[in-house]
């Protein structure tokens, strides 16, 4: 279950683990009328420099949807967040600092 703040959970199931890729599926998004129901989420790690480059897709997001803008400016704010969390060991994923 991951938790997008006010009550919003989306119900996930983990499906690969591998030690530079995690992938979800979501099973339920209630706050996004089913639109998320099926899509899958993915992070990927690459080394990049010095540090490392995260990659992040959430496939079956796609600009047809009705949440499209409004998901795609909180995943921009959630992963800017948790760039910020392992830069400087403080993040805002809820907006609040």
């Known amino acids: 279950m991951v ?3 006010e009550g919003r959970r989306t119900t996930i199931a983990v ?3 591998e030690p530079q890729r995690v992938e979800w599926t979501v099973l ?5 009328a089913e639109e998320w129901d099926g899509t899958t989420i993915s992070f ?3 080394p ?3 540090g490392t480059a995260l990659r992040f897709c959430h496939r079956g ?3 047809q949807l009705n949440c499209y803008e409004r998901c795609e400016a909180g995943w921009t704010h959630f ?4 760039v910020d969390y392992v830069d400087t060991g403080k993040g805002r994923p809820y907006g609040r600092d």
């Open 3 to 5: 938790d997008f703040d």
């Open 15 to 17: 499906a690969a683990v």
């Open 28 to 32: 339920s998004a209630p706050h996004h």
């Open 44 to 46: 990927d790690l690459a």
């Open 48 to 50: 990049a420099g010095a």
């Open 61 to 63: 997001l796609t600009p």
């Open 79 to 82: 992963i800017e967040s948790l």
